[in-house]
């Protein structure tokens, strides 16, 4: 038996990256599991028996009606991990509101949707919700100031109703990955060769373990394996960086 035997789990943002690790992590450790994402084009169940919606997350409408389905096929709801997000970069000065609607549509309006039909199906028994965050929503990172801004809405977010639903027995944590990831390669890719060099050079000295980030499947499941699990149910309003030592969060 698996450390996460029959718990009922929703991860978001489930259809790559982070988000499908996570799924394919629970399900290792014997979780019921549904993946929800914008990127799936039907409902039905995986080969490695994952269940699958789609879902804007976004849309209040399109965020209940893929829960409802998703704690029907689960049997139940006990952990909800939201992964999904977006990111976007450019000059401060010059934010196209398209861009800043987009990321605080689906970074903050989204986990204010998802924790929030989470909570329907958590308030009589209890359980854990798991929000991500970054490292950009703590410290601020320059030529990414709607992403920063919108992930620290998570981060605040996290501690409010952690405070407000912990009569419920509801834990809510949220974590700030450096992982390398799709979204990584997309910023990678819009850097100039020159600006690319530069930019691992910084990160070589920055993330004391490896200089670089992290892989989803070694370096965050375990974590999340555990934040899932019975285990970590007196640990609340916590946002664990998981990043190699580059935060230093106190």
Known sequence: ??????RKIIVTGGAQGIGAAIAEGYVAEGAKVAALDLQFSDAGETSNGIYRHKVDVANMDSVSRAFDASVKELSGLDVLVNVAGVEVGGPSEDIPDSDWDLVFNVNAKGTRNTNSAAFRYLKDHG????????????????????????????????RAVAQEWAKYDITVNAIAPAMWTKMYDEFRERLSEE??????EVMAAQI?????????????????VFLASEGA??????SFPVDGGWLHMR
């Open 1 to 6: 038996m698996g450390q996460l035997s029959n």
């Open 127 to 158: 359980g854990a919700i798991i929000n991500f965050g970054s490292r950009s929503g703590v410290v601020g990172v320059p030529e990414q100031a709607a992403y920063s801004a919108s992930k620290a809405a998570v981060h605040t977010w996290t």
């Open 195 to 200: 600006e690319l060099k530069a930019h691992d």
């Open 208 to 224: 004391p373990i490896g200089g670089k980030l992290g892989e989803p499947k070694e370096d965050l499941v375990p974590l999340l």
């Open 233 to 238: 149910h007196f640990i609340s309003g916590q």
